[in-house]
């Protein structure tokens, strides 16, 4: 009961810190850039079922990356109106300062606080940190890589990221795949199919994984042949409707590998490739997250679907 | 029917959930047991280093090899994967944040077993401890698709054996309750064929079960009522004959006085004196009648002790003035121990009825001889005639209300055709039996047998 009670008034506190938090951000934001955001806050899931993490959303009206970072962090450390979730940070926990790298490494300094956390919820304090702040996803046109976190200016370089983390049985689950990946022939101008076997956890889309096999190139009397530049980053990757959005950054766009009829072995690659897939029907190529056209490539703009002309018979 | 094929569908869904659901527990339950036996064995294999760290942790873990299909992790008390028995995909280095390590990691023992998508998913986790202490987690995982799709497969073939099972039976059942129905239909139309009369109609009936032996209790039941209702026929026949008969001659006697002016005085009294005979013949037919509705209402009487050779003396004492008109003897050779439990009136009506037509229908000249005894606890009275014997194509329809052998005769003497059948319902009515033959020398002879009777110790007569 009495612990129930102390719950409540941490509860009354928070909102009222929240309150003035978010003020403060609408006021200081009234001189600058304004943009109303949604973001999704971590919180330690406490009802008897389901995952650790669980997430609530909330507008934001923001101005600079770094002022976003801490707010949200300042959101996480406040206990949240349902009642089911709770706030793992220790009372009066502060950020100290924050930092986003050139590269989206956001570093984050908790005053020592954050330090009496140890075993288990130290590590769930880390990840409502981390899975907080990649929610965001890009910050000040940064996309976040990475959270570096530390305690009053102390402790490890230890890059976290949503991937080092296992919360449900999904990433248990092993199934065996074998891909056909379709490779450009430069002197043929045909593509050629191969079949790779990979074993995947469910948590795991296989088409990153094409993707991933494509981007490496194949191997060929010792040497790489790629398919795309070497500088050509693999940014991310969605399937919705049954069209593939693939995101690369620019350099992607370079060596396009035309055949004799105009047409790109490259894109065509990444395409009979990904939907050799049963849930895939189309792919569409993005460059930094936008569609965007391109003289080299006819129909950038648009999805592409299988030629099966372009295959070696 | 509805209803019925609505309980089928009902047992075949419990006959298959059942069966299914104890199953699934039962591989539960298998689970947990090793699933937590292995979980614990790796745990208290790694208790003994003290400190985890991957190295350590993997050269135990290769020693140990005894997860088979499952997937083992072993995290420190941050959640670290120190070690994962898969080699694809393999997470070590990752943090493991689930509610089973959380458990674990908190001193308890964790097991979670679901059926999803055919396939059972089974966790369990164990704290690593020292002196009491956690330094970690083991963490067991198996996903069983063989055992589910074993499941799979149970409820697949009891799906097709209950469904066959439920076919059937609705089937048979259809073929039973048609065949039950269209019985009991059959019946319902022969009880109401014979609601409206028509007593000769009959069920039909096949078999030996519960509707055939009502139909046959129905049958014989009908067949009892038309019986009883051809007698009825008869009987009404036969008695406003036998009334009309006086009451036409009482008619035409009327008439003819009526009708003769010039009718002398004597003449007028020997028809009135006809007339009057006439009246006694109905009064006699009436009584008898009257006599004979007695005896079927049967209504409770007390019964007495009686000496049956008493009475047939009374009888013979009473019949001598006849017996002397028609020139006849009459013998008595009676037993004084010849008791019967009856009524004195009733044994003296069958005595003198079977005495009085021995003297009607003998010779004149001839003799009339009863005869009483006991043997093997009966009583016997034999009434035996020298008289004109019956036919032996009569001799089972005597008893018969109204029946003859010699009309004419009958009348002549002033029978009513009832006395016969006065006795025989006497004699019943007293448990006893009664039946005529004819004699080798000549004439009839009636037996009657009454059960005797006999004073208990102490009882007197």
Redesign the interface.
């Known amino acids: 009961m009495l612990r129930k009670k102390s719950g409540m008034r941490r509860r009354q506190f928070a909102s009222a810190v929240l309150c003035a938090v978010m003020l403060l951000a609408v006021l200081s934001g009234c001189a600058e850039r304004r943009e109303l955001m949604e973001v999704r806050i971590a919180y330690r899931n406490t009802a008897d079922r389901g995952t650790v993490f669980a997430f609530t959303e909330r507008n934001l009206v923001v101005t600079d990356g770094e002022r976003l970072c801490n707010l949200v962090l300042q959101l996480a450390m406040t206990e949240p109106e349902d009642e089911t979730l709770t706030s793992v940070f220790p009372e009066r926990t502060t950020v100290q300062s924050l930092e986003i790298s050139d590269i989206g490494v956001i570093t984050v300094n908790f005053s020592k606080e954050y330090g009496t956390l140890s075993g288990i919820n130290r590590t769930i304090a880390d990840y409502c940190t981390v899975l907080t702040l990649f929610g965001l996803e890009q910050v000040d046109g940064r996309t976040i890589t990475g959270v570096m976190i530390l305690v009053d200016g102390q402790g490890s370089r230890h890059v976290f990221t949503p991937e080092d983390l296992v919360t449900t049985t999904d990433y248990m689950r092993l199934q065996d795949y074998t891909f056909v990946i379709y490779f450009p022939n430069r002197e043929t101008g045909y593509l050629e199919p191969q079949q790779f076997s990979r074993t995947l956890s469910d948590a795991e889309e296989p088409a990153k994984e094409i993707v991933s096999i494509l981007m490496q190139g194949r191997m060929e009397d010792g040497t790489i042949n790629r398919v795309v530049s070497s500088n050509a980053e693999f940014l991310d990757l969605s399937i919705r409707n049954r069209v593939c959005y693939v995101n690369f950054n620019e350099e992607f766009l370079d060596l396009p590998l035309l055949n004799g009829e105009g047409k790109s072995l490259k894109l065509y690659a990444f395409v009979n490739s990904l939907c050799e897939l049963s849930y895939v029907d189309r792919v569409q190529f993005l460059i930094e997250g936008e569609t965007v056209s391109s003289d080299l490539y006819e129909g950038f703009g648009g999805t592409y679907t299988e030629d099966d002309s372009l295959v070696a018979q | 029917m509805v209803l019925f094929a609505g309980m089928i569908v009902v047992i075949v869904s419990l006959v298959n959930t059942y069966p299914l659901l104890t199953a699934q527990d039962l591989m539960v339950e298998t689970k947990r047991g090793d699933m937590l036996r292995t979980a614990n064995l790796v745990s208290s294999s790694l208790s003994g280093l003290q400190s985890l760290d991957g190295e350590r942790v993997a050269a135990v873990m290769s020693l140990l090899d005894i997860y088979g299909d499952g ?1 083992v992790f072993v995290t420190d ?5 120190l070690f994962d028995s ?1 080699e ?2 393999n ?1 070590s ?7 089973a ?2 458990s674990a ?1 908190s001193g308890n023992d964790y097991f979670l077993c679901s059926y999803v998508d055919n396939a059972f ?1 089974s ?1 369990a986790a164990v704290p690593i401890t020292y002196r009491g202490e956690v330094f970690g987690a083991v963490y067991f ?1 198996e ?1 069983d698709a063989q055992q589910g799709a074993l499941l799979r497969s149970m409820q697949r073939y009891l799906g097709y054996i209950s469904s066959v099972l439920a076919i059937f039976t609705l089937a048979v059942s259809l073929l039973f309750s048609s065949a039950l129905r269209r019985r009991i239909r059959n019946l319902i139309v022969a009880i109401g064929e014979v609601r409206e009369g028509n007593y000769s109609h009959r069920a039909q009936t096949r078999g030996r079960d519960e509707i055939s032996l009502i139909a046959d209790e129905f049958n014989e039941l009908s067949g009892r009522l038309e019986e009883t209702e051809n007698l009825r026929r008869q009987f009404v026949s036969n008695a406003s004959h036998e009334l009309k008969t006086p009451l036409a001659s009482i008619k035409l006697l009327a008439d003819s006085i009526l009708q003769n002016r010039g009718m002398s005085m004597d003449d007028v009294r020997d028809f009135l004196h006809d007339i009057s005979e006439e009246i006694v013949r109905l009064t006699r037919i009436t009584d008898r009648l009257l006599s004979l509705t007695r005896l079927d209402v049967q209504l409770h009487q007390e019964f007495v002790p009686v000496n049956v050779s008493y009475v047939v003396r009374r009888a013979a004492r009473m019949l001598t003035p006849l017996a002397e008109h028609y020139r006849i003897a009459i013998s008595c050779e009676t037993a004084d121990n010849c008791l019967v439990k009856a009524e004195e009136d009733g044994i003296y009506q069958i005595v003198f009825n079977l005495m009085e037509n021995a003297l009607k229908y003998n010779h004149s000249g001839g003799s009339v001889r009863v005869l009483t005894y006991v043997k093997d606890g009966l009583a016997y009275c034999i009434v035996d005639d020298t008289g004109i014997g019956i036919p032996e194509g009569d001799l089972e329809h005597i008893f018969e209300r109204f029946y003859r052998v010699d009309k004419a005769r009958s009348r002549e003497t002033g029978g009513t055709g009832l006395g016969l059948s006065i006795v025989r319902k006497t004699v019943e009515q007293y448990g006893g039996e009664v039946r005529a033959e004819n004699r080798e020398s000549g004439g009839a002879r009636f037996i009657v047998t009454i059960p005797e009777w006999k004073a208990e110790e102490g009882q007197l007569c």
């Open positions: 997937r008390t941050a959640g670290r994967i898969a694809d995909a997470l280095g990752c943090s493991l944040v689930m509610p390590l959380l990691l998913e966790s995982y996903y």
